[in-house]
């Protein structure tokens, strides 16, 4: 049978939620469309994920767990995806849109003949066609693209489906791999990490975003208050960023990371369309502003009008309060 293969991406040794939540959206489609669902994990650590991978449904995982797969370069992740491709011959393949996956995408179509529909917000399988629908002009407009092509790859913006287990006992294939490191044209130097102590922006479930009105290092510290209470990763828009306030890894938008938490703050930011193109997928969107006609209020679920610097302390006093 043929099957729906998932590419799970590994962070610090889990899979990551975006590719469980692409994974159990890909068990509907297999299930709706007759097919098995099958899992791909690279790494040294791969055999130790696989039963992690079958909770989610994966009736076939295929390993490859050669340690230069730990380092993260595309070189040895290509040939590494490339041979499992050619071992489970899947219908379609389906990933997380991470950074890692928009680097090789393009090269793993070409090596495979494959056709990509990436970065998309839905998929579904309709007769021979994989049909996505894809954010476009800054998430404004939603295009429709399909492929009858016989082999397509899918990437999958985090937060579009919810991950859900569904457990089965499925049987592990490690694939034969080498890689000659002599071939490598890119050295792994260092991996700069935000400080270990906070969320990780693409994964979190609550994101604090500021912007322009949280204005200095005390806005800063609320900001940080409100996202230790509620264990929220910190966003930022261009604007604070330019000014240095918050790192460039914080910056959401269309120039940055693209979330979509179940719970997004929107502090001191105007919602320019640059910066709604990294969050608008937000299940909540709270927005406190001073400007009551201030754009960000036409997308948030929950508007507080009012200067942050009062609000701020309110509510992290009140959630405080409600969490003890
Ligand atoms: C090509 C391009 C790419 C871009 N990419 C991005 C991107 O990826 N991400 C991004 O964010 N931007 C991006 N921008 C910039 C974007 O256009 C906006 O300039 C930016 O998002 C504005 O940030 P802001 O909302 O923080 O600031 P502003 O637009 O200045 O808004 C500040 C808001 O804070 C409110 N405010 C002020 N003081 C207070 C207070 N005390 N309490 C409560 N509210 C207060 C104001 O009413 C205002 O609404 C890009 C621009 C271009 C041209």
Known sequence: MSSI???CSVQDGRIKRSSLEAMSRAREVASEAG???SAAILGSESGNLSSEAMSYGAEQVFTVSNPVLDSHLNAPALSALESIIREASPRMMVAASTESVKDILGALAIR???????????????GNQVACQRPVMAAKKLASTSSAHPLVFVSVRSGSYEASRSPVSGTVTDVPFSFDDATLRQALREVVTT????VDLSEARVVVSAGRGVRDESGRALVQELADITGAAIGASRA???TGLFPATAQI???GKVVSPDLYFAVGISGAVQHTAGM???RIIVAINKDADAPIFDIATYGLVGDCFTILP???????EAKD
């Open 314 to 320: 309110l509510l992290n006093a009140a959630l405080k």
């Open 35 to 37: 097919l098995s669902l």
């Open 112 to 126: 495979c003949d494959a056709a990509v529909l990436p970065d998309v917000a839905t998929f579904e399988m309709s």
């Open 195 to 198: 400080a270990s102590d906070t």
């Open 253 to 255: 938008g269309q120039t």
């Open 5 to 7: 293969l998932v590419f």
């Open 280 to 282: 608008a997928n937000s």
């Open 240 to 242: 604070v960023v330019e």
